[in-house]
């Protein structure tokens, strides 16, 4: 892969190697390495990005080349229709994984030039700006930008004491689990049935189909929202989370049920090839005879 960074408003230039200066009036080129150990997949550079950030100067990602690889953008499968691994955010991306990952000896993975020490939420930062600077459309760099937040406030490498953590870890989980729950609740009411431990959601009206799906869509915004007040500094993020969780949830636990029946299929076909073909040709007979039962009508 040797495409020159576009968009990037002169931020983003050729990093070099451990040999050989950086180039500011070179293009920076994302050369990458596709490597295969067992079952996972990684990626090393070939060439150093340099990113001229407005805060920290210029960051040379890796540190070095040799040691240091990356798994692109690090987004859940079930999440790949919304933020790809690739694309016009991968610089960026690559730099944070350089700001954020150790390299094997313990030393920082990436070069400061005017020695700055990056914690994880300045990272984070970093990663939000250079998207822009790439020409990452607004909503898929928020969107990112965020989920890396999340990342941070569960991890354990952020600059706080304990007792700060765990209020970010217990706002974050309590909130986002909340609104997993009066998703559910809602649902339920909208379709006029009952589930276990769904009450119903007090803000959906009896009424009409449509005045019941704008009461849940007007929830689905405004409730979380005011959660994400709980997450303090960190509350766009909540925000924005809180509100695509809440309108995306449906499509999310959709995909990731066909990803899992494909997994499934998958593995039975791998491990028992004849159980598969006999399940295959009683699933497509069963097809049939729904078929023409139907055309019969």
Do not use: K, N
Not at 16 to 35: C, M, S
Not at 58 to 82: I, K, M, Q
Not at 159 to 172: D, E, F, G, N, S
């Amino acid at each position: 892969m040797r495409p020159p960074v576009g968009g990037q408003g002169g931020r983003f230039h050729d990093g070099g190697t451990p040999t050989q200066p950086p180039d500011p009036d070179a293009p920076a080129r994302v050369l990458l390495e596709r490597r295969f150990t067992d079952g996972h997949e990684t990626w090393a550079m070939l060439r150093r990005i340099a990113y001229d950030d407005r805060r920290l100067g210029e960051l040379l990602v890796p540190a070095d080349l040799g040691s240091f690889t990356s798994d692109l953008t690090s987004v859940p499968s079930v999440l790949t229709w919304l933020v790809p691994r690739t694309g016009a955010h991968l610089p960026a991306a690559l730099v944070h994984d350089g700001l954020v990952g150790p390299a094997d000896d313990g030393a920082p993975a990436y070069v400061s030039a005017e020695g700055h020490v990056v914690d994880r939420v300045e990272a984070d930062r970093v990663f939000r700006d250079a998207m822009a600077d790439t020409g990452t459309g607004v909503v898929r760099r928020w969107l990112a930008w965020s989920a890396v937040t999340l990342v941070t406030l569960l991890g354990r490498d952020q600059p706080w004491p304990a007792w700060r953590r765990w209020r970010y870890r217990l706002a974050v989980l309590g909130s986002l689990l909340l609104v997993v729950w009066l998703g559910w609740c809602a649902t339920w009411d909208i379709l006029d049935r009952s589930a276990p431990a769904a009450p119903g959601a007090p803000w959906i009206p009896e009424g009409s189909v449509a005045a019941e799906l704008l009461a849940g869509a007007a929830g689905a915004l405004v409730v979380p929202l005011l959660l994400a007040l709980t997450w303090g500094r960190f509350r766009v993020a909540g925000a924005v989370l809180g509100t695509g969780l809440a309108f995306l949830l449906h499509v999310t636990v959709v995909v990731a049920a066909l990803s899992a029946l494909a997994w499934a299929a998958e593995a039975l076909v791998a491990r028992a090839p004849q159980v598969a073909a006999a399940l295959t040709t009683l699933v497509v007979a069963a097809a049939a005879v729904v078929l023409v039962v139907a055309l019969l009508r």
